[in-house]
């Protein structure tokens, strides 16, 4: 069975700060992920995936994640955080051939000034 | 296009009453999918369906029931409305089904409280 999990509920930086949201994902068979962003009183927005193209993939805002699979993981990265940024980031694995996508239990960011 | 449309934005029932979530694409998405969050637990998948007459459970389907007639449309009922029943409820779509690299577009959510 599939599953994620995201390591810190909370994670708070300072603006201009690297993000590193943790991800780590369990599959049996090769996986799609994604990184969502969910801003105040907003549903979900795709920031990227991940479809086996390559390792590591870029999405908006500046915001790119690296597949490894010995590490099963799915780290999301910002080299220089912005006020902007802050809200909650939700990790995200689905399987070939498989109906449901199943979400990690999310991650809010704090940005400080 | 207007995207994942849904209705109403909040509501509150009682105990007991039972009401129905409207959710609408535009898209001519085949796969639709009914989620709840609550806090420190990230999205829980409700029911989803593959296209229009099919319907299947995900993981929390206990007291509620769906049905799609219309590509565009998936309605989430609640049939007696209990207290746990209380969280913010999100409607997304997508081209393909749930299991493919096809990212979901979520609707703006409905928050729901019962008393």
Request: aromatic fraction near 12%; hydrophobic fraction near 35%; glycine fraction near 10%.
């Amino acid at each position: 069975a599939q599953s994620v999990t995201q390591l810190g509920s909370h994670v708070s930086v300072s603006e201009g700060a690297l993000v590193l949201l943790r991800c780590n994902y369990s599959s049996s068979v090769p996986p799609y992920l994604f990184w969502y962003v969910q801003y105040p009183n907003q549903g979900l927005q795709l920031l990227l995936k991940y479809t086996s193209a390559a390792t590591l993939v870029k999405g908006i805002n500046g915001f790119e994640a690296e597949f490894k699979k010995s590490e099963t993981s799915f780290h999301l990265t910002k080299p220089s955080a912005h006020m902007s940024d802050a809200a909650e980031y939700f990790c995200a694995v689905s399987e070939t051939g498989g109906f449901k996508t199943i979400f990690g239990a999310g991650t809010r960011l704090f940005v400080k000034a | 296009n207007a995207g994942v449309t849904q209705t109403p934005k909040f509501q509150v029932l009682k105990t007991g009453q039972s009401m129905t979530l409207q959710c609408a694409q535009d898209m001519n998405h085949e796969y639709m999918s009914w989620y709840r969050q609550d806090p420190g637990m990230g999205l829980r998948l409700i029911h989803y369906s593959v296209g229009a007459g099919i319907t299947d459970q995900g993981e929390v389907p206990n007291g509620y029931n769906v049905s799609r007639s219309t590509t565009e449309d998936f309605p989430l009922r609640l049939l007696s409305a209990a207290p746990s029943q209380t969280s913010v409820y999100f409607c997304a779509s997508s081209l393909e089904g749930g299991g493919s690299y096809n990212e979901q577009f979520f609707g703006p959510g409905t928050r729901l409280t019962v008393l």
